[in-house]
Nanobody
Framework: QVQLVESGGGLVQTGGSLRLSCAASGSIFSDNTMAWYRQAPGKQREMVAFITSTGGINYADSVKGRFTISRDNARNTVFLQMNSLKPEDTAVYYC???????????????WGQGTQVTVSS
């Protein structure tokens, strides 16, 4: 059973930075694309960034140039460095992983508890 544990969220002022971590159990990392998603109150969950097993990376337009995704396969961990944070980045952030089509669709049966990011203006 895949388990995902997100951490690193918190309260930060506009322009600040946070580094999120996601530790995954099982073999989810070895051949799969990993992604970060976020869900703001009253909104649908959206993908923020993904990184493939070979290091290919894609970002949502809203975070390009501000967020950086990376992965440590030896530690089964994916990171999201978030800089120049804005109030609209406020959301619960989740990670997940699988085949690229599944990551793109966000089609997962289970999710971790997420980590809250709050950016004050």
């Amino acid at each position: 059973q895949v388990q995902l544990v997100e951490s690193g969220g918190g309260l930060v002022q506009t322009g600040g930075s946070l580094r999120l971590s996601c530790a995954a159990s099982g073999s989810i990392f070895s051949d799969n694309t990993m992604a970060w998603y976020r869900q703001a109150p009253g909104k649908q969950r959206e993908m923020v960034a993904f990184i493939t097993s070979t290091g290919g990376i894609n970002y949502a337009d809203s975070v390009k140039g501000r967020f950086t995704i990376s992965r440590d396969n030896a530690r089964n961990t994916v990171f999201l460095q978030m800089n120049s944070l804005k109030p609209e980045d406020t959301a619960v952030y989740y990670c997940n992983g699988g085949a690229l089509w599944r990551v793109d669709a966000g089609a997962f049966a289970s999710w971790g508890q997420g980590t809250q990011v709050t950016v004050s203006s």
